[in-house]
């Protein structure tokens, strides 16, 4: 891998990112004012979008990577906002569906038998839990939550059947 292409990889990624922050921050802080739940659709969005968007190539993968990064960052703060509790495990599996559906729909991948949707399922678990790190990270005091953290990242890949 040549530095020119880390650098289109590298450079693509802030794209993506500033694109999707730029649309769930202000619906997140219109819908709720907690820090938490904006940093969590964040997450979500941010990981999702940049992770669909480097699939995708330099095509329509950026433009495919932002919005569903930004469908999926906008539902996961609307879901936060409206539950009674606060608890991650009630909004994972939500917005695991509306990811992989997204994908499957808009991105363009051929999810043909179980064996397909179950890797898309994994890998958008995994970007899910790396999306969640910087809302837990943030609400929780310092040794307390890097430890949960860790057990939230382990969350959503989990609940993969």
Do not use: K, N
């Amino acid at each position: 891998m040549g530095s020119g292409v880390l650098a289109r990889s590298i450079w693509l990624v802030l794209r993506i990112a500033a694109a999707v922050t730029l649309v769930v921050v202000p619906f997140g802080y219109a819908i709720t004012g907690a820090h938490a739940d904006v940093l969590l659709g964040a997450g979500y969005g941010i990981a999702l979008g940049v992770g669909v968007g480097l699939r995708g190539g330099t095509g329509s993968g950026p433009w495919t990577g932002i919005l569903i990064g930004s469908i999926v960052g906008v539902a996961a703060v609307l879901i936060d906002s409206i539950l009674p509790y606060d608890g991650w495990a009630f909004l994972i599996l939500p917005v695991l569906a509306l990811a992989v559906g997204l994908i499957d729909g808009i991105g363009g991948s051929s999810l043909s038998g179980y064996r397909d949707v179950r890797r898309e399922v994994l890998v958008v678990a995994v970007l899910l839990s790396l999306g969640l790190c910087p809302s837990v990270l943030v609400s929780q005091p310092f040794p307390e939550g890097v430890r949960e953290a860790f057990f939230a990242m382990l969350l959503p890949v989990v609940v993969v059947p």
